[in-house]
């Protein structure tokens, strides 16, 4: 292009038709145009390292010809932003515009150069849906491989059932107690599923599932829509044709990039607010940006609506999680404004106050109920604690440094974290903000990916409260840059005038996707050797549940599964790197991207098939449905089952809280962390009851807890804080399947206490405990 930019520039005003008003600078003809096209590939032949023949190398004719259509369709896409840059400098320098369109449109078909307005929208869209389509099957998978998981998606679930069975839909409650840790936009939508579906876990998860859903279609549709480009166009016209639609290969691989990803995937299979949240702040900021861009191409018609959308969405986003829903969008728009130069431009095309009235309208009017029915208890507890305070102190366990946040984001997004660190250093925004500033809005949809990763990554990872869910609001963001840079041409970058910055850029062209690659196919065969020898791990772990889980994986050779599929997926990759090193660069770097793109899918794909949701089932069948088991059998409306407890009030026994027992016993149930307090406690209501007849308790208890107190307790008395045990069992040592304790008072009333086991599954039991 340096060589010879005029034939470059003339070659690449044929490649679209000259908008209204202006003029051709010249006329051709068909021979002519690819005459000039000829010489412009000569033009670019050093960079792309490419021999001055339409061929690469002297090969058969009909070798010949497909290597010289690769050629043509690798430096079609690139030719024109060459030329536009190089005329946008020339005339910028002479202070005249410079016409850069033919007055009749070029026949680029014939010519191998097909350009992207060419994509219709409707092979978009099926192209969108099917992808979409994937994603549900694997989520959906996911979710029916599995029940509730404790311990935080039974309080959703529960909430959402007490709120449908009470028909108040105003104040969430768990366990007969209010609940003010979430507000209720997912209570609302897992109660609606639940009365068309009944209340079972599949039509609690149905709203995570359909917001997963959602979000891949939209995220695709915007890169299909704005382009996804990796650097803006600086002679721009609004009116051309290419401008209106981008990339449907960039559309495919943010779709599923997002899709597959394994956070994404998995917070989409669980009845929580995490996806919801994720859902309703990403189509804010995407909302945002369509009003930003239609309202310099439409001189703001259309703009206002796209803004009140977001306005909406920002609303929906503070009932689903928070004030952090309307913190994060504008911390990410201001900053963007900010670098953009377009602050006070956008505060006279955006209608603040309007926006501003509708998110309110959205969001206050429940806060205000809350606070009205609860007092200022409910605000101090919510926006106070779960707000304020998780975000300054590290509450409920969750205070994590900064180098947690990191491994998450590395670890959870894995191979596309390389991806979008060279995709940040491949827009040089520092370097380069003047091209920014004077592109079009249009072309800025991956700056503006950049400012929402980088904010929302350094807000959340500036929280003392860390946990893998808080990194999913920057999923779309990674997704966009990823695709981006797999799919984005080096050519389309503009003109480098130094040969340090010529340098720096040649490394995150050819060699970071070489990079990248390699470092894909390294991640996969190390993954799979280590998830080959997975069942190894038993000789070192001691927890009995994990030594379970690992042996069902090892019986049924689920961990040969997902290993051969990584294996065999980095072997591809591999073969990919050690062939067509002698390629142009520029078809190399695309071969790469592709290839990437491709395996990656399959891979992950198939690996969740074969590997996760079967993980996932044995884990659940050990861990979740023995106690699942025992829950049920206090329900009065499950069917099916013997030795039911339907008229017992439950007890959970344990060291560790479990929610889910709640929604499966549909009954309120206390939650005892030892033996000695449950007798207590039993004692107490005894005494309360003055001799009447106290109602049979069902007590799901751990198993190993149960059998320590009876194996410890003496055959004397036990003293308590305000009461004198005596503990009588038959057999002692082999934990007690029938016991009896004496409960004695100053005043010489007696209360028999029986504990009965009638049943174990796994690490739980069962007790029957009677009063007399």
């Known amino acids: 292009a340096k060589r010879r930019p005029t034939q470059v520039m003339w070659s690449a005003s044929t490649l679209a038709p000259p908008p209204s008003g202006q003029t051709a600078r010249r006329q051709y003809t068909k021979s002519s145009c690819q005459e000039e096209l000829r010489v412009a590939k000569l033009a670019l032949s050093p960079s792309l390292r490419c021999s001055s023949s339409l061929t690469c190398k002297p090969c058969s004719p009909r070798r010949g010809r497909r290597n010289t259509r690769r050629l043509v369709d690798g430096v079609g896409s690139s030719l024109r932003m060459v030329a536009l840059n190089s005329s946008s400098d020339r005339g910028h320098l002479q202070g005249e515009p410079t016409p850069l369109y033919a007055e009749q449109p070029s026949r680029v078909g014939e010519l191998g150069l097909e350009d992207q307005a060419g994509v219709s929208k409707r092979r978009t869209a099926a192209t969108i849906l099917i992808s979409v389509l994937l994603v549900l099957t694997l989520v959906c998978g996911l979710a029916c491989s599995c029940g509730l998981v404790d311990d935080t998606e039974p309080l959703f679930v529960e909430a959402s059932r007490q709120m449908l069975a009470t028909g108040d839909f105003i104040t969430p409650q768990f366990n007969a107690l209010v609940r003010f840790d979430k507000p209720p936009l997912l209570y609302w939508l897992q109660s609606l599923s639940m009365a068309a579906f009944g209340p079972t876990v599949l039509a609690a998860r149905l709203p995570s599932v359909l917001c997963g859903a959602l979000l891949c279609a939209v995220v695709g549709w915007t ?202 250093f491949r827009l040089r925004a520092l370097r380069r903000r003047s091209t920014w500033i004077a592109s079009s809005r249009r072309s800025r949809l991956t700056l503006f990916a950049g400012f929402w990763l980088v904010v929302a990554w350094t807000f959340f990872a500036s929280s003392a409260s860390k946990l893998p869910s808080y990194y999913l609001p920057i999923a779309p963001a990674v997704a966009l840059l990823a695709a981006a840079y797999l799919t984005c041409h080096s050519s389309s970058i503009p003109p480098i005038s130094s040969s340090k910055e010529e340098a720096g850029m ?88 592709r ?52 008229d017992a009030s439950v007890v959970m026994l344990a060291r560790a809280r479990m929610p889910s027992v709640v929604f499966y016993s549909g009954k309120p149930v206390a939650f005892f962390e030892s033996v000695e307090d449950l007798v207590l406690q039993i004692h107490e209501l005894a005494r309360s009851r003055g001799g009447e007849l106290v109602p049979k308790i069902a007590v799901v208890a751990e198993h190993e807890l149960w059998v320590d107190f009876v194996d410890r307790a003496p055959t004397g008395p036990l003293k308590l804080e305000r009461s004198h045990l005596r503990f009588a069992s038959p057999n002692p040592s082999n934990g007690a399947d029938d016991g009896e304790v004496r409960l004695s008072q100053m005043e010489g009333e007696r209360y028999n206490v029986r504990f009965r086991k009638t049943r174990v599954d796994g690490p739980y039991a069962l007790l029957e405990v009677t009063v007399s």
Not at 248 to 264: D, F, K, P, Q, W
Not at 415 to 424: D, E, G, K, S
């Open 223 to 424: 890169a299909f829509k704005f382009g996804a480009r990796s650097s803006p166009p600086v002679a721009s016209q609004p009116g051309t044709v290419s401008q209106r639609f981008g990339s449907l290969e960039t559309a495919m691989c943010s779709c599923m990039a997002l899709g597959l990803n394994i956070l994404v995937c998995v917070w989409s299979s669980l009845a929580l607010s995490d996806i919801l949240h994720t859902t309703t702040m990403s189509l804010s900021l995407m909302a945002f940006f369509h009003g930003y861009v239609r309202a310099q191409e439409s001189s703001g018609k259309g703009a206002d609506k796209a803004f009140y959308l977001a306005a909406v969405f920002m609303g929906l986003g503070v009932l689903a999680k928070g004030p952090v829903s309307i913190v994060l969008p504008c911390l990410v728009v201001g900053l963007f404004a900010a670098y953009t130069g377009e602050v006070r431009k956008l505060w006279s095309e955006v209608p603040i106050w309007r926006c501003a009235a509708i998110v309110g309208l959205v969001a206050i009017p429940w806060f205000a109920a809350m606070i009205h029915i609860h007092g200022m208890s409910y605000a101090t507890t919510f926006f106070g604690y779960h707000n304020v305070e998780r975000f300054v102190q590290g509450v409920n366990h969750h205070g994590q440094p900064i180098s947690y946040a990191l491994l998450c984001t590395l670890v959870g997004y894995a191979p596309w974290t390389l991806a979008c660190v060279f995709q940040l």
């Open 506 to 593: 040649r490394v995150v062209t050819l060699s970071g996707m070489t990079c990248l690659v390699s470092i894909s196919t390294l991640l996969f065969l190390l993954v799979g050797i280590a998830l080959w020898w997975f069942p190894t791990l038993s000789g070192i772990l001691r927890d009995e549940a994990t030594l379970r889980i690992l042996e069902a994986i090892a019986s049924r050779s689920i961990h040969l599964h997902g290993s051969t599929v990584l294996i065999l997926a980095g072997l591809a990759l591999l073969l990919v790197l050690c062939t067509g090193t002698k390629k142009p660069a520029l078809l190399r770097r695309e071969t790469l991207g």
């Open 595 to 646: 290839s990437l793109f491709i395996t990656y899918t399959a891979a992950a794909s198939v690996f969740a098939s074969v590997f996760l949701i079967p993980v996932v089932h044995q884990m659940d069948r050990v861990r979740q449905l023995p106690l699942r088991n025992m829950s049920l059998r206090c329900n009065p409306a499950s069917v099916g089952l013997r030795h039911k407890f339907e």
